[in-house]
């Protein structure tokens, strides 16, 4: 009978005491979090080494050894993460508005004669504008990150942790 007693006395004890919390660490890389804060939209930026990041169903936390920072799931609107950089972009951009630029000055130049739009050398003004545009946005591009945004202000209440943490393991550093 003691055995017994002893037996269910600890299986009702470890049953009582057992872990039911349902925290999850991700390692993640440089990211920015935009949150509502006093009524505020606010964007906190966390740098580009590897940010330890535990989501519980409630709250997220950063590495307390490194940010004092803490925020209630249901506050976050955006989740991004660094993607590269703007390069083609910055020099598409950039590249399109020489080629216009060239393409109206090389049109309407004449060195003679009143100025009459000529196709042949608006293409030729156009393309010669275009690359040194475009070498000048794609080096500006260089400098400028990207960044892959996910928007989770929709998601109910309920729902944002497991979304939080299938964004975070798409995005999880290994190291």
């Known amino acids: 009978?003691?055995?017994?007693?002893?037996?269910?006395?600890?299986?009702?004890?470890?049953?009582?005491?057992?872990?039911?919390?349902?925290?999850?660490?991700?390692?993640?890389?440089?990211?920015?979090?935009?949150?509502?804060?006093?009524?505020?939209?606010?964007?906190?930026?966390?740098?580009?080494?590897?940010?330890?990041?535990?989501?519980?169903?409630?709250?997220?936390?950063?590495?307390?050894n490194k940010y004092r920072y803490k925020v209630k799931l249901?506050?976050?609107?955006?989740?991004?993460?660094?993607?590269?950089?703007?390069?083609?972009?910055?020099?598409g951009v950039t590249g399109a508005v020489g080629f216009v630029l060239g393409f109206f000055a090389g049109g309407y130049f004449t060195l003679h004669g009143t100025p009459k739009f000529n196709f042949n050398n608006a293409l030729a003004g156009g393309l010669f504008f275009a690359v040194p545009f475009a070498i000048v946005g794609g080096v500006v591009g260089l400098l400028i990150p990207k960044y892959e945004d996910y928007d989770v202000k929709k998601i109910p209440a309920k729902h944002k942790y497991e979304a939080l943490k299938r964004i975070f393991l798409k995005h999880q550093q290994k190291r």
């Open 74 to 91: 249901n506050d976050i609107n955006t989740v991004s993460f660094k993607n590269g950089t703007n390069v083609w972009s910055a020099a």
């Open 1 to 64: 009978m003691k055995t017994l007693t002893l037996l269910f006395y600890l299986v009702f004890i470890t049953s009582l005491f057992s872990q039911t919390d349902s925290a999850v660490t991700f390692g993640l890389p440089e990211m920015r979090i935009k949150q509502k804060e006093k009524g505020k939209v606010v964007t906190y930026e966390f740098d580009n080494s590897l940010n330890k990041f535990t989501v519980t169903p409630g709250f997220l936390y950063p590495d307390t």
